[in-house]
């Protein structure tokens, strides 16, 4: 399990310079959860007067940790708060002591760092069914609580990684009423999920001040369009979670008008789910899937995820095979409305198929070159109407099964 | 494309022995129709007075011979009828060249078998997205016409293979009014299907006299128990076509209380159901998900299918890996209540969790042994009401990898 994989061919040719966000401090540590030799949890202090939003898996199996955020996140208080993640296991299916474990890592912290255990979120990430040895993690909060520090968001990245072959950054600021905003964020994730290794968690802060409503709304809404819009294998994590903190160091108060603020925390989390895709367990290609012309935006995203999921799709992007007849498998089986005589598909600028059938002009040694890129993209358009969709996908390859088929040791 | 894949190693020993229908009669013959060296078109030839009752993929991106189909099934005619499959091109996503091929094909058949055209069915099955060379088809009627002969069912098997590694063939009797009624079926499919090379045919005989309206609620009914509940991949072909003759020559006539006579003909339609998983791309384990316990069969149903779809499910089968975690992942995505509380699962005979959390006499040897066979069951009990299901699938392996991101030549 800590066998160390070869980092994608997709990743990012190094971790971001991210910001210092005032009023934000981290910690890592070596507690020995599960992993020898490498940080497994992190600690994030947010400073009094900060507000925090969350969005979390729909699983109906969901973790220990994921049910006790959500029932904390809808509440405020001034006092600050604080944000533990462990990796290397993920406190899920294990029923009354998942909930006890919680409860003594959480009761901890809020008494190490004086806070009301209302204000105290956790994560878990790594094997399920076990239970969580939470010991390991109390042993360590006075000595996180000691080196917690306002330029450690990168130690805190590595420190959440499981499958993940590369730690997940990214920031942006933006100028509001003359002064300057910062984002920031992390996240881990490599398998869309796979419940005893991987899961996708979120972290983002900013120095805005905002009341916890807005910042909720915005998370939720932008949540949509950003990690609900990149699938790797289908599968979905008992713990996928997202935080974000605001801290209001900064002293510009956003809104629900504040729509440069939106445009520059939508950047973060996009940037950041493409992060998650580009470490797909295995991924070869970082493929955008673009529909148009569908009958509503539902029904272009319900296509957009019956070809992203596709097995042969993948495995045809895997072998760099410009199979344009298992995307319209896909839009068939889809379920939502189409009509095989009024569809259009394109490899990148290449039009292959035109109103159902294919282009005359097409050259398949054209499409050919084009899928040996790492970066694609497949547009579809249906022809029906103005709905439209994008969804990240990555390709199906050995890689996947070598990852997912070995053993758990 | 004509490239030798090894047999499954799920594949049945044989073919087995089928009875002859009277007044079924199959010939084959090589059109070259794609293939080179092997036959490529079978003709069955069904006697006046034969039934014909069908059921045919869902996708909105049907071929135009399924389409064809869909249009003639509910007619009769006491003429006799003719089915003609021809491998290598499906016919699909061709536009009004795809109409026009059908239309020679069923023309010439008509003509020469003196049937009514609206009594010629057809399917296609290979690379999609090219017109059907129809001249090359229709050259060789005449000489089908000739070759007609009743014991020609394993030939005809033969001719509608693709990337099948094994000819499918089923049969059982059943003695009605102390008359013995003979139902005999062949099918075609290894991906649930891959459109440029696969696809779900299947054809069934019986020498039952059977109105045309109790044909079709039977084979309806049961396609739901036996062809709807399988999968390799997920994917939806455009093409998947059953039907199903009743020649009536056994001068038994059956109606809707002849139980004995559907329960004989769903096992046929499982046994080739069956073959279909068994031959799946890179299959090594043949696996039964049975669900229990859920709130209702069509929950049961959502939830076996999420688990027999999950990547990480099946890749986890081919690992031989117990990973009962993934179990719980699919549960919880599936979208139909379950809580975790109650649910319980098993691999074999081997209670892994119970009611939300991992059994105490649990040992991981065990269930590794288990993982170990090659043909596996899968229990789920979701523990909230009655509902439940089965459904066959395979694992997923670097067989399929291998099958479906090759270069198509």
Chains 1, 2 share one sequence.
Not at 85 to 114: D, I, Q
Not at 119 to 131: A, K, L, N, P
Not at 165 to 185: C, H, L, N, S, Y
Not at 342 to 362: C, E, M, Q, R
Request: glycine share 10%; charged share 20%; aromatic share 6%.
């Amino acid at each position: 399990m800590a066998k160390a994989l070869p980092v994608s061919p997709l990743a990012p040719a190094r971790f971001p310079e991210l910001p210092v966000i005032d009023g934000v401090r981290f910690a890592t540590v070596e507690a020995g959860v599960r992993y020898a030799g490498r940080t497994d949890v992190m600690l994030a202090h947010l400073a009094p007067g900060s507000t925090v939003a969350g969005v979390f898996t729909r699983s109906s199996t969901r973790s220990a940790p994921v049910l006790d955020c959500q029932a904390k996140i809808g509440q405020h208080d001034d006092a600050g708060a604080a944000i533990l993640v462990n990796s290397g296991n993920a406190n899920a299916f294990t029923g009354k002591r998942g909930v006890e474990a919680v409860t003594a890592v959480t009761t901890e912290v809020a008494r190490v760092l004086g806070l009301p255990e209302s204000r105290v979120f956790t994560s878990s990430t790594g094997v399920i069914g076990e239970v969580l040895p939470h010991d390991r993690i109390t042993a360590k909060i006075g000595e996180l609580s000691q080196k917690l520090d306002a330029g450690g968001i990168e130690a805190a990245a590595r420190a959440i990684m499981t499958t993940d072959t590369f730690p997940k950054g990214a920031q942006t600021e933006v100028e509001i009423d003359g002064k300057t905003v910062r984002i920031a964020g992390i996240a881990k994730g490599s398998g869309m999920i796979a419940p005893d290794m991987a899961t996708m968690l979120v972290y983002i802060f900013t120095d805005a001040a905002a009341d916890r409503e807005v910042l909720q709304s915005m998370v939720s809404a932008l949540n949509d369009q950003t990690f609900n819009c990149i699938t790797v294998d289908s599968d979905t994590s008992t713990s996928d979670s997202l935080l974000m903190a605001a801290t209001g160091t900064s002293g510009v108060r956003i809104d629900e008008t504040s729509v440069g603020f939106m445009e520059a925390l939508r950047r973060v989390m996009l940037d950041l789910a493409h992060q998650v895709v580009r470490d797909g367990e295995g991924a070869t290609k970082f493929v955008e899937i673009a529909v148009t012309g569908a009958s509503s935006d539902a029904d272009a995203r319900t296509h957009a995820m019956a070809i992203a999921n596709s097995p042969l799709v993948k495995t045809a992007i895997a072998g760099e095979d410009a199979n344009w007849g298992r995307i319209v498998m896909a839009v068939g089986k889809s379920g939502a409305p189409a009509d095989r005589d009024t569809l259009s598909i394109w490899f990148g600028d290449i039009l292959v198929a035109n109103k159902g059938w294919v282009n005359p002009d097409y050259r398949e040694e054209d499409a050919a070159a084009y899928m040996k890129g790492q970066e694609l993209c497949i547009a579809v358009d249906l022809g029906l109407g103005g709905g439209k969709a994008h969804v990240w996908t990555c390709d199906l390859t050995h890689g996947y099964i070598d990852i997912n088929a070995d053993y758990r040791s």
